[in-house]
Structures are given as C-alpha cells and as structure tokens.
C-alpha cells in the first residue's frame, strides 16, 4: 500500500524494548512520532536516536509520544541502546519495535511484499529505504512524512518545529510561513474572509498581498 498525508496510519501489534504494544491503543489521545532506520549498529543511525532521546522532553511537552522502528530482533536493539547513550549522551526511553519479520516495514510501505520474512542476513543496504519520520495526529490520521536516505541524519529539530506548525494550524485557521518557528507571525487561511477574520483576529492584519495577511500567532488553547 502506498501512504500520503491524510491517510489512516496502519494499526499494528508488536514487541518493543517497553514490551508488547498496539499502536493505535498505545497512541492514545496523543500525536505520535513514528521513525524508522535499516540496521542496529549503523552509525547515522545511532547519532539520531541519541539526539531523539535527549528532544524527548519537547516532544512530551507537545502530547506526542516517539516511537522507533529497526528491522531487527528487540534482543538486538537493547545491546544497540548501550551504544546509544555512549555516543548521544542521554539514555533511549522511547520504546523500540523489534521489527524482525518485516512485517511493519511492508505494512507502511518502506519494503516491498517480496522482501521476504525475516531480518536475518539482511544489510542496512538492502534495508535502506527504512528510513521514514511519520508524524501521526490523535484521529491517527497520518499529519507529514520525511523519506532521507541512509547518508543523510535527519534533523529533529525540524521534526519538532514541524509539530510546532500543525498543532498550531489544526487549532485555528492559519498557516506559517517560510522558516517559521514558534512565537513568530503567521498566514491567515484564504478561506477565511475579511469579516471572518476580524471575528478571529480582532487585533487586525497586515495585508502584504490581497491574498497574503499577516497576523500575530494566535495562543494554544
């Protein structure tokens, strides 16, 4: 199956480094971070989960719950964990999926049908399109996805302004612009009229364009 934004996120049942969890029930009412990577014991790989682990308070902060996925056996993730904390500095508290049958890789489409059934003799080469950052709203509707390749870390702190955007944007009828971040001004929807929006922002607008106003970022509820 191929997976685009607005998509329901495949529900599933597996064994993590925290024990047995079903997504959706574990999820909860929370926004979700699920990611993926090829290999235990693969470099790039070891430095974003240690940078993970110490984003995860901001992440906690925002109601969403971090979920990794490593297309190997849970025995092998938690001798990977050591490692981890050595070169992040903060320890994994996160759960881990034990991804050896392939089984979640297929099911969200980072693997194709006929890669077999099981992790073993697998390299992070043959692995390498588990590589994926699924942001999963609370209606676990699937919110943005990021595909890097196995060369290239992911910057989380993009992940977590990313977040910052679309809980902003679910919650009122806005849009942020190029290279916002939190605190700064933001874009009213254009299906929001004039009249509309004098409701919405009664502090007014800076009309930069007919279809472009700017307006300070409205507060979380």
């Known amino acids: 199956m191929s997976l685009r934004i607005g998509d329901k996120a495949p529900d599933f049942q597996a064994q993590t480094t925290k024990g047995a969890i079903k997504f959706h029930e574990w999820l909860g009412d929370s926004w979700g971070i699920l990611f993926s990577h090829p290999k235990d014991f693969t470099p790039v790989c070891t430095t974003e989960l240690g940078y993970l682990a110490k984003l995860e308070p901001e992440f906690a902060n925002r109601n969403t719950k971090i979920l990794g996925l490593s297309v190997d056996p849970v025995t092998d993730h938690e001798r990977w964990l050591n490692d981890i904390k050595d070169v992040g500095g903060a320890a994994v508290n996160y ?54 390749p196995m060369s290239s870390g992911r910057n989380f702190d993009e992940v977590l302004r990313l977040l910052d955007s679309m809980q902003l944007t679910a919650e009122h009828k806005v849009a942020t612009p190029v290279n916002w971040k939190h605190g700064e001004d933001v874009i009213i929807v254009p299906s929001v009229s004039d009249e509309e929006a004098k409701q919405r922002f009664p502090q007014g607008w800076k009309t930069v364009k007919p279809y472009l106003r700017v307006v300070p970022q409205p507060e979380k509820q």
Do not use: E, F
């Not at 099981?118 to 390498?128: M, P, V």
């Open 95 to 148: 759960p881990l999926i034990g991804d050896h049958d392939l089984a979640v890789a297929k099911l969200y489409d980072m693997l194709p049908a006929d890669a077999g059934t099981t992790s073993q003799g697998r390299t992070a080469a043959t692995n390498q399109t588990v590589r994926t950052v699924y942001i999963v709203g609370p209606d676990k509707l699937i919110k943005a996805l990021l595909v890097y």
